[in-house]
């Protein structure tokens, strides 16, 4: 996941991205992972300031605005 959110901000040249954007490059990967798990981990799992509700949590991301993340420096987890 780390690397397609990287591929996704390289290629728009934006730090930050949608969830959308994660997905559809994910797709393009030919992953395995359903849609619904690639947003949860992303808005739960993988984002620092999220809501406090998941047993497993990484600082991967932060969330600036309403949809939208970006990749904290020195990220290292999250689904491949």
């Keep these: 996941m780390l690397e397609a959110i990287r591929a996704v901000t390289v290629r728009s040249g934006s730090a930050t991205f949608t969830p959308l954007e994660i997905v559809a490059e994910m797709g393009r990967c030919g992953t395995r992972y359903a849609e619904s798990t690639i947003r949860t981990m992303i808005t739960s799992h993988m984002c620092l300031n999220a809501p406090d509700n998941a047993a497993t949590t990484y ?16 990220s290292q987890s999250g689904l491949n």
């Design 59 to 74: 600082d991967d991301l932060e969330r600036v605005d309403r949809g939208t993340y970006r990749l904290v420096r020195g």
